[in-house]
């Protein structure tokens, strides 16, 4: 530190100040900038009020005041934010009539009326939260790997769903759906939560790995038009802010570094 004390200063010093200072900045963005909603999130005490309220209207004359269980509808204590996102923004929830399966269906409610019912859900016991989009987002997935997500999906999946996921019945006149079109967050919890007669593929039946896998396989044979904009490996915002992240500060760093050499030459 003998270059900090001494009065004519090291022309590096300066560079590592501005450094120093630059990486403040960092630590301050990152403590405040938004993050993207997801399990790690705790949610708000008023979004959890909401979401009771939401649920008191929409939901208990099935499922219970306390979300207990019903004749009508099962318990929902531990089913997990992933569960109610799933159900609710298929349109399976809530439903109209008790004994059919759950048509899919334009979901009633908004993004945010879902996430404040899966939050308040989610106090009820302990399940599977909402995926991060990186979990399921298949970047940077080699071929083979992709190729090994079609091969766990003919051994776990295509015995309800058919060999290219385009859905098949099932007894007692239920369905397994066709797979096409089908999100990849969607299919991510469906095989986290297992809807009706489908079972749970907990993580450690398939690793979040092989669950990708298999989304990226589908998404791959089913080859969905992109929903249009920059779409920066398909991940959302999180990518977005890491590029600027990166590019922004990259860009600052070097200009300062400029700054400082011109103000030592011009000396
Ligand atoms: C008419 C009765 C009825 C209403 C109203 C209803 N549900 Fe359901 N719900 C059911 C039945 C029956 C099932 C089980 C069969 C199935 O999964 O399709 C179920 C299943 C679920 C599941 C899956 C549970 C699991 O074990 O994975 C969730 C989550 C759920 N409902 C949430 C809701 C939410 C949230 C609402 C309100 C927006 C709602 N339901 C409204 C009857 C209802
Ligand atoms: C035993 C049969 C069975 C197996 C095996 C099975 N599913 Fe399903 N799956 C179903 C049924 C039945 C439904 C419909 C549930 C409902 O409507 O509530 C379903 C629903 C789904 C949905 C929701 C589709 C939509 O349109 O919302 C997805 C996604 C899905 N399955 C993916 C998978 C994947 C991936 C696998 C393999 C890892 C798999 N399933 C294995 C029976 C099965």
């Known amino acids: 530190m003998r270059f900090l004390s001494s009065r004519r200063r090291h022309p590096a010093a300066k560079v590592l100040l501005l450094v120093a200072a630059l990486f403040a900045v960092g630590a301050l963005y990152a403590a405040v900038a938004p993050t993207e909603q997801s399990s790690a999130e705790p949610a708000t005490s008023q979004q959890v009020k909401e979401g009771q309220q939401l649920f008191a209207q929409n939901c208990s004359s099935c499922h219970g005041l306390n979300g207990e269980g019903t004749s009508q509808g099962p ?5 997990g934010a992933a569960a109610v996102d799933f159900q609710v923004s298929t349109g399976r929830m809530p439903l109209a009539q008790p004994g059919e399966q759950a048509p899919i269906k334009p979901s009633e409610f908004s993004e945010q009326e879902v996430a404040a019912l899966a939050a308040y859900v989610d106090t009820l016991g302990p399940g599977p939260g909402v995926p991060d989009p990186s979990t399921y987002s298949g970047e940077g997935l080699t071929d083979e790997e992709i190729a090994r997500g079609g091969e766990l999906f003919r051994t776990n999946c295509s015995a309800c769903h058919n060999f290219t996921g385009q859905g098949g019945a099932l007894p007692e006149g239920k369905q397994a759906p066709s797979l096409v079109g089908v999100s990849s967050k969607h299919l ?27 989304i990226a396989y589908l998404q791959t044979i089913h080859a969905q038009p992109n929903n249009g904009g920059l779409s920066l490996g398909g991940i959302g915002p999180v990518s977005e802010g890491v590029v600027i992240w990166t590019v922004g500060i990259g860009v600052l760093i070097g200009f300062a570094i400029w700054i400082t050499a011109r103000g030592v ?3």
């Open 75 to 79: 318990t929902l204590q531990g089913v």
């Open 188 to 214: 991510y919890e469906a095989m986290l939560t297992g809807p009706q007669q489908m079972p749970v593929f907990s993580d450690e039946v398939l690793t979040p790995k092989d669950k990708a896998q298999i």
């Open 265 to 267: 030459r011009s000396r």
